[in-house]
């Protein structure tokens, strides 16, 4: 009878001081492997020999890269850390007695940790941004998600900056038990309390942290942490608006609206811009003088580049001074969509420097680089200074978004000098039907020739005219050139006896004065 008391009195304290287990992990790794559990890391350092008994393998325990332990185990063994972790051999393999032979030492290991409880908390609000003096809605939602109950738990809530203070107690939550502050009721009702939003001499926004300090089952601490946050304007508010959809090539409209909830008159400064996708002729910046309760709207026109889903338009901005303080307000950053087929066109040539007569590969491609489909119709017209060899210079087709249509058609010139291919008209509709005409770029040729052969060329275009005129009138070309031949033998003749004559005189006058001189 002693006995049993006794025994069940150890079985009773043994109980008292036993452990609750929680994940773990395990596995057959060798020489240098590792297991790993949260913060814990476990090494196999070493085996023993084959030929020693009992086969021990050396395990290094490490906690958050510190080593806390080593020990050497044989299988069936264990250890235990503080009694939050908790290392266990279960087999250890050096030699494989089936083949009698010896194998890579393996150890079948088991990491295992403490079961603790864990809170699971959700912090929200029921709104991002609050004008001052709206009521702020928070709700914080505890639940246990861990192995063992959580005790003695305490909640304190606090703000940066100092704004929201609140704390909250419960003498404990089971595992998988969730807070709720009306205990007995259906419904679970989470931690809920809600505060004013302060008036401020500008925006501010606020972190808000819930953390929770509670006890595991050995009356060890645990923490858990949640945290939201808001955002409260100061006495001035901004907002940025447009039409969420507008069809590309219509006006658009920004509206700023501007509001002064404070007791003071502001003086502001308001500047906007459009960024790369829009544009727009207003200078997109005004003074305005803001009484307290005071509200105005400025507008502006701005069309669009592209089409285009989702476009986003650059938050406005208001400042102001107060108090030697300058504060800043940014409205939203509104998006939009641009609808509506585009088209773009790309105009080249095969060469733009060619030699007479050389050909020349003319192509045009136009996209739709829209979002709506449209139908695309190009006329190409060939310019006086060129022949067209071959090719195509009309074409019409319907085009989906992101489609393009091609011409193309050969050119060739047979004279020197720099010419220039003209834009070519291209015409689709948009969505209301009306037609567009887009202008592509202009080409410019440069066709080069040599002089001698430009000149030789010239040489035989001549000659060739001559010869045309002649062929009605040959024979009496022939006669008057016989003719022409005759005369001049005769005029020739008549020359020669003239001059006989002429030397005859003049010898009987020169021997008469010398026969007369003689008598004298």
Known sequence: MTRRLLLSLFLVVMTSFAVDWGDYTEGDIHWGESLYLEDYRLVVADFTPEEATPWMVMLNLYSGGELIASRALEAGENFSIDDKVMVSVEEIKIRDYLHDENIEPTAKVRLQVR??????????????????????????????????????????ITSK???????????????????????????????????????????????????????????????????????????????????????????????????????????????????????????????????????KTVSYKLSAETPGEGQVLPSAEAVYDLKSITYKVS???????????????????????VELGEEVIVTLDATNVGNRRTKVSIEETIPDWAEFVSGATEISKVLLPGETISLEYIISCDEAGKFEIPP????????????????????????????????????????????????????????????????????????????GLLL?????????????NRYV
């Open 161 to 295: 900056p100092p704004f929201v203070e609140a704390k909250y107690s419960k003498s404990g939550l089971r595992p998988g038990e969730e807070w709720d502050e009306k205990e007995g009721t259906e419904e679970t009702d989470s931690i809920r309390f809600r505060t004013k939003a302060p008036y401020l001499p500008g925006p501010v926004d606020f972190e808000v942290t819930a953390h929770a300090r509670y006890l595991d089952a050995e009356g060890d601490p645990v923490q858990s942490w949640a945290g939201t946050s808001f955002g409260v304007f100061g006495p001035l508010k901004l907002n940025k608006y447009v039409e969420d959809e507008q069809n590309f090539g219509d006006e658009i409209y920004a509206h700023l609206s501007l509001r002064n909830t404070g007791n003071r008159t502001l003086k502001v400064k308001l500047t906007d811009s459009v960024g790369r996708d829009f544009q727009t002729t207003s200078p997109l910046e005004w003074y305005l003088e803001m009484p307290p309760g005071d509200a």
């Open 115 to 156: 079961a603790l409880p864990k809170l699971d908390m959700h912090f929200v609000t029921d709104d991002d941004s609050y004008e001052a003096g709206e009521y702020i809605e928070f709700e914080l939602a505890v639940v246990n998600v861990g192995d063992v109950k959580a005790e003695d738990i305490d909640v304190v």
């Open 331 to 353: 409205s939203e950053s509104p998006a939009i969509d641009i609808i509506g087929p585009l088209v773009e066109a790309k105009k080249k040539a095969s060469s733009r420097k």
């Open 504 to 516: 005859w005189t003049l010898f009987i006058v020169a021997l008469f004065f010398v026969l007369f």
């Open 424 to 499: 070519t008209k291209i015409c689709y509709r948009n969505y209301e039907g009306l037609a567009c005409i887009l202008d592509s770029s202009r080409l410019k040729i440069t066709v080069e020739g040599k002089a001698e052969e430009i000149e030789k060329k010239d040489t035989v275009i001549e000659i060739s005219d001559v010869e045309e005129r002649n062929t009605d009138d040959e024979s009496e070309d022939l006669a008057r050139d016989v003719r022409f031949e005759t005369d001049v033998v005769a005029d020739e003749g008549d020359t020669e006896e003239s001059s």
